[in-house]
Structures are given as C-alpha cells and as structure tokens.
Nanobody
C-alpha cells in the first residue's frame, strides 16, 4: 500500500517562496503521475499541478502558472512543488497524491483520478 508524506509547508510573507516535498513509498513511483492539491476549510479540494511519470509533461491551474513548478526525482521517489511569488490566496493545506493509473500519457488535474493521499502540509501566506 502506498504511503505519501508531504513536507515543507510553513509561514511566509507575500512574495516569498516555499518548496514542498512529497515522499512516496510502497508503490511503483516511477510508473505513476503525481498531483499536488490544496484545500481551504469549507471549500472543495482543488488541483494545483500534476506531472507525468517520466516528468516530461506537466499541467497547472491558471493561478499557478508562472509561479509554481512541479518536478520529481524518480531515483528518490520524491515529487516537489516549488512555489514562488506566493499570495495570501495561496494559503491552504497542500496535499500530494499518486495517480491510480500507471503510465498515463498526460497527467490529470481531477482529484478523483488519484488514489493515495498524504496528510498534507500547511502553507500560510501573510500579506
């Protein structure tokens, strides 16, 4: 059974940066796309970014384009989310998850396609 552990969250001033990490074990990490998601209390979980198993293809929500970068290191079983120019509206609990289907051609931003989730790491951006 896959285990997913996020880290790297924290408190940062607007305009600052954070790098989130997601360590995965117990599954074929190199065969699975990865996604980063976020959730604010009382709101639905939304996708932020995804990356294919090889790392060659990525996708982002509009608000993340140009500010966030998703990447992965298959040798270390780790996915990353580099977040720059953070804004107060980025404040949320951030989760990463593994895709339920191996060898997907393009990654998906649909939370329902992801099956193994971590406990999340909190990001707070102060204005």
């Amino acid at each position: 059974q896959a285990q997913v552990v996020e880290s790297g969250g924290g408190l940062v001033q607007a305009g600052g940066s954070l790098r989130l990490s997601c360590t995965v074990s117990g599954t074929r990490f190199g065969a699975l796309a990865m996604g980063w998601f976020r959730q604010v209390p009382g709101q639905a979980r939304e996708a932020v970014a995804c990356i294919t198993d090889s790392g060659r293809s990525t996708d982002y929500i509009d608000s993340a384009k140009g500010r966030f970068t998703i990447s992965r290191d298959n040798a270390k079983n780790v996915a990353y989310l580099q977040m720059n120019n953070l804004k107060p509206e980025d404040t949320a609990m951030y989760y990463c998850a593994t895709d339920g289907s191996p060898w997907r051609v393009d990654c998906t931003l649909r939370p329902s396609d992801y099956i193994a989730w971590g406990q999340g790491t909190r990001v707070t951006v102060r204005s």
